[in-house]
């Protein structure tokens, strides 16, 4: 019986660069606020909880006064930063850099760019970081969250098309080429691929290392859109994947019968989480023998 880790995942950059600052302005011993959940992983953010880390929403941030707060990876809109200076609030800006390169370019194209023309961006509904890039656009810019939604952009009118950092990149082209066999003669097109490369090299890689295993345990808090989309790589290759939120969750039943066990996760995973994963596994093995 073996049981592996995959080293490559766990945090991004973005992530571990965020919760860096966390630990550094905690270890000061000052009151720190997060707005929104530092990651999407709950056992991770208990963690910086019982270091200090208070996590608030955008109304809570509305109300501070002379406070110091940090921004998460996934970025703010403009708004925020506006509302930290009217409030006197101290901004500890985490925003990962990928991020915040495309923030810029696209608040730069709403600037610049011709009346008319669409800005689309390619994205989860809702999601922090999408939130953040419309803010860019003054909240004019069109989100399509799945390839089939593109049909109800207007074909007429110029189209600029941008995306999520996260999103896989196999459905972009979809959408891309979509826009380029619908778009008007008359009305131009233009795209930047933007996804990470990190994270969208982890859907190729996180195939492979599922197809190694006879189960696949997928460590994963339950708000990550990142986990969902790899746990359906992983699930797409080995039916005997199973997504968990800690240890606890392991069922003794899906590791009999088996020769070899993988434990992966989600850009959002801590890997001491997955390290908890592995040593449960093993103690449940030896309890079975």
Known sequence: MTVEIDQGSGFCFGVTRAIGKAEEELSGGSTLYCLGDIVHNGRECDRLKRMGLVTIDHA????????KVLLRAHGEPPQTYERARENGIEIVDATCPVVLHLQE??????????PGRQIVIFGKNGH????????????????????????????NRDICLYSQTT???????????????????????????????QVANRMPHIREFASRHDVVLFVCGRKSSNGRVLYNECCSVNPHSFMIDSAAEIDPLWLSQCRSIGIC?????????????????????????
């Open 60 to 67: 809570t941030f509305n109300g501070l006064q002379h406070a």
């Open 105 to 114: 370019r696209i608040k730069k194209e709403y600037a610049e760019g011709q």
């Open 167 to 197: 999103k896989p990149l196999d459905q972009f082209r979809q959408v891309v080429e979509f826009i380029r066999q619908h778009i008007s003669p008359t009305a131009t097109f233009t795209y930047y691929d933007t996804i990470c490369r």
């Open 265 to 289: 996760g989600a850009t959002s995973t801590p890997k001491w989480l997955m390290e908890e994963c592995k040593v449960r596994v093993e103690e449940l093995l030896g309890s079975h023998e």
């Open 128 to 155: 922090a970081e999408v939130m953040g890039l419309v803010g860019q656009t003054e909240g004019t810019a069109i989100v399509i969250e799945h390839p089939e939604e593109v049909a109800a952009l207007d074909f």
